[in-house]
């Protein structure tokens, strides 16, 4: 699938016209990574966001940290995301660290890779570009937590 | 239209999962999630359609692996 063909079929670019799905496009570079590979680190500065072209990737919290135990924080899964989807997108929104570390699940996933102050200088020159992401943003953050909540219920408050 | 679905699997709150769909998924179907298979028990509308998109949630189960033992 193009990159084009990927952006238009991802909710974060619903309601773009072509031609400016097109500049996005423009701006994205292509990843692929393997199982196990870590894509972003939590606490990490955060410069990019990720659509998720082909594959399947992981977003894990650290916790129970103890800081006086060396070693890395236990990482707990969050959710896995799939075809479509995007992550690294709350840097867009308030350029803090990474809030989660996201693992890659399924081998040869390809992701597309668009630099945070590239598509924020496109966002500033186009403002209907900007209106609808940020809309888009906001309706996806909305449905990961209805996402979250669903899962809380089914295991009884442990998700 | 593209199906964005929210999955979760019974005696799995880890393993909870979001992907866009091509097809609507039907009760019955396997769905591969990274390494995992689970098969789907239901399907509800999460929330009312926007543009090309619906929202779905569907609740699976994991599909137990049969492991052939000796003769």
Same mark, same amino acid.
């Given at each position: 699938?193009?990159?084009?063909?990927?952006?238009?079929?991802?909710?974060?670019?619903?309601?773009?016209?072509?031609?400016?799905?097109?500049?996005?496009?423009?701006?994205?570079?292509?990843?692929?990574?393997?199982?196990?590979?870590?894509?972003?680190?939590?606490?990490?500065?955060?410069?990019?966001?990720?659509?998720?072209?082909?594959?399947?990737?992981?977003?894990?919290?650290?916790?129970?940290?103890?800081?006086?135990?060396?070693?890395?924080?236990?990482?707990?899964?969050?959710?896995?995301?799939?075809?479509?989807?995007?992550?690294?997108?709350?840097?867009?929104?308030?350029?803090?660290?990474?809030?989660?570390?996201?693992?890659?699940?399924?081998?040869?996933?390809?992701?597309?890779?668009?630099?945070?102050?590239?598509?924020?200088?496109?966002?500033?020159?186009?403002?209907?570009?900007?209106?609808?992401?940020?809309?888009?943003?906001?309706?996806?953050?909305?449905?990961?937590?209805?996402?979250?909540?669903?899962?809380?219920?089914?295991?009884?408050?442990?998700? | 239209?593209?199906?964005?679905?929210?999955?979760?699997?019974?005696?799995?709150?880890?393993?909870?999962?979001?992907?866009?769909?091509?097809?609507? =998924?039907?009760? $019955? *179907?396997?769905?591969? &999630?990274?390494?995992?298979?689970?098969? #789907?028990? /239901?399907?509800?509308?999460?929330? =009312?359609?926007? $543009? *090309?998109?619906?929202? &779905?949630?569907?609740?699976?189960?994991? #599909?137990? /692996?049969?492991?052939?033992?000796? =003769?």
């Amino acid at each position: 699938m193009s990159v084009i063909s990927l952006l238009q079929r991802s909710e974060l670019f619903a309601g773009l016209q072509p031609e400016q799905i097109e500049q996005i496009a423009a701006l994205g570079q292509d990843v692929v990574c393997q199982t196990g590979d870590i894509i972003i680190k939590e606490n990490d500065p955060s410069d990019e966001m990720y659509v998720i072209r082909d594959g399947m990737v992981e977003v894990l919290v650290s916790h129970g940290v103890v800081t006086d135990v060396p070693g890395p924080p236990k990482l707990a899964p969050l959710v896995r995301l799939g075809q479509g989807q995007f992550f690294g997108e709350m840097a867009l929104v308030d350029r803090g660290a990474r809030s989660a570390t996201v693992r890659c699940v399924q081998n040869d996933t390809v992701l597309t890779l668009i630099p945070r102050q590239a598509f924020w200088s496109l966002c500033e020159s186009d403002h209907h570009i900007g209106y609808v992401v940020m809309r888009n943003i906001a309706a996806d953050l909305s449905f990961k937590l209805r996402h979250r909540n669903l899962r809380a219920r089914l295991s009884g408050g442990r998700a | 239209m593209i199906y964005k679905v929210s999955y979760c699997i019974v005696g799995r709150p880890d393993l909870g999962a979001i992907a866009n769909l091509n097809t609507l =998924p039907s009760v $019955g *179907d396997q769905v591969k &999630l990274g390494d995992e298979t689970v098969e #789907v028990t /239901e399907v509800i509308e999460l929330i =009312p359609p926007r $543009g *090309d998109f619906g929202y &779905l949630h569907v609740t699976c189960q994991p #599909v137990q /692996e049969t492991t052939q033992t000796g =003769p």
